[in-house]
Nanobody
Framework: QVQVVESGGGLVQAGGSLRLSCTASGPTANTYFMAWFRQAPGKEREFVGSIVAYADSVKGRFTISRDNTKNTLYLQMNSLKPEDTATYYC?????????????WGQGTQVTVSS
């Protein structure tokens, strides 16, 4: 069974930093494509970034890295702004014989105070 677990959220002042972690477990977990999304209250969930791409709103401030030995994706967030406040979700995509299956974590809350 595939599981996705995020951690590392919290409350931080504007200009501060946080690092989120997302660990995937399951068959062939080291092959899953993983990405970060976020959802602010009253808004739709939006793409934040992956190893190969970032949303324009976070470019230059957020950095994504991966430790394949731990099947863990990291989101280093610097120069945080109040508008970064959201629940951050990790998605793992598993490919099986040409089909893809997406698995979401439970989310971790990030609150940036002004």
């Amino acid at each position: 069974q595939v599981q996705v677990v995020e951690s590392g959220g919290g409350l931080v002042q504007a200009g501060g930093s946080l690092r989120l972690s997302c660990t995937a477990s399951g068959p062939t977990a080291n092959t899953y494509f993983m990405a970060w999304f976020r959802q602010a209250p009253g808004k739709e969930r939006e793409f934040v970034g992956s190893i190969v791409a970032y949303a324009d709103s976070v470019k230059g401030r957020f950095t994504i890295s991966r430790d394949n030995t731990k099947n863990t994706l990291y989101l280093q967030m610097n120069s945080l702004k109040p508008e970064d406040t959201a629940t951050y979700y990790c998605k793992a995509r598993r490919g099986i014989f040409g089909n893809t299956y997406d698995y979401w974590g439970q989310g971790t809350q990030v609150t940036v105070s002004s």
